[in-house]
Nanobody
């Protein structure tokens, strides 16, 4: 199983980025896909999760600014990030977990079986 995250970079405050995560080695439509982020010295924190149906759930810190989507035909999940703030600076990770897991477990990193390598997002002027 491989999860390959991409799309990170340097962006000005207020700007936008779209992250992608290409998945291989599993039946993509059977998995919920999560996005997490981490800064040095802190725990990896939940950002968003999107289920097979396309229903997505977000942390309060990004709700209204970030949008998760998935292309089941391409086995890819996306995170559109708008109105970026300096505090969004982090390494962003995508993760996969079977759809059978209940939603409440998907807000925690321990609820995921597979992880990508991370992509760095830096929001700075």
């Amino acid at each position: 199983v491989q999860l390959q995250a991409s799309g990170g970079g340097l962006v000005l405050p207020g700007g936008s980025l779209r992250l992608s995560c290409a998945v291989s080695g599993l039946t993509f439509s059977n998995y919920a896909m999560g996005w997490f982020r981490q800064v040095p010295g802190k725990e990896r924190e939940f950002v968003a999760v999107i289920r097979r149906s396309g229903n997505a759930y977000y942390s309060t810190s990004v709700k209204g600014r970030f949008t998760a989507s998935r292309g089941n035909a391409k086995s890819t999940v996306y995170l559109q990030m708008n109105s970026l703030k300096p505090e969004d600076t982090a390494v962003y990770f995508c993760a996969a977990t079977p759809m059978s897991k209940i939603l409440s477990t998907l807000y925690n990193k321990d609820g995921y079986d597979y992880w990508g390598q991370g992509t760095l997002v830096t929001v700075s002027s």
